[in-house]
């Protein structure tokens, strides 16, 4: 059964960077498209970025476009969000999830997720 662990969630201060961390166990991340979605309080969740598993040709929303860069470690069952001039309004719970297909930005076709992790911007 494949699990995600994320870590690397914390307060920082507008401008400010941050390193999101995602491991996956009982399976290859190798065989996985990776992604990063978000959800802030009373909002619905937001896809971020994702990764395929084979070409690894990454793909972001726009609010988030040359702020934000995802990528993968294969070697270490691993993909990561490098977060950067982060604002207010990027604060929510990130979460990974992986699917064994194609990538797509819809939450409700992936089916393994992490419990999240909470990242807060101030201003």
């Known amino acids: 059964r494949v699990q995600l662990v994320e870590s690397g969630g914390e307060s920082v201060q507008a401008g400010g960077s941050l390193l999101l961390s995602c491991v996956l166990s009982?399976?290859?991340?190798?065989?996985?498209?990776l992604a990063w979605f978000r959800q802030a309080p009373g909002k619905e969740r937001e896809w971020v970025a994702h990764?395929?598993?084979?070409?690894?040709?990454?793909y972001y929303n726009n609010s988030v476009m040359d702020r934000m860069i995802i990528s993968r470690d294969n070697a270490k069952n691993s993909a990561f969000l490098q977060m950067s001039n982060l604002k207010p309004e990027d604060t929510a719970m990130y979460y990974c999830a992986a699917r064994d297909y194609s990538c797509i930005d819809r939450a409700n076709l992936y089916p393994y997720w992490g419990q999240g992790t909470q990242v807060t911007v101030s201003s």
């Open positions: 990764i395929s598993a084979t070409s690894g040709i990454t």
């Open positions: 009982g399976g290859a991340s190798r065989d996985y498209c």
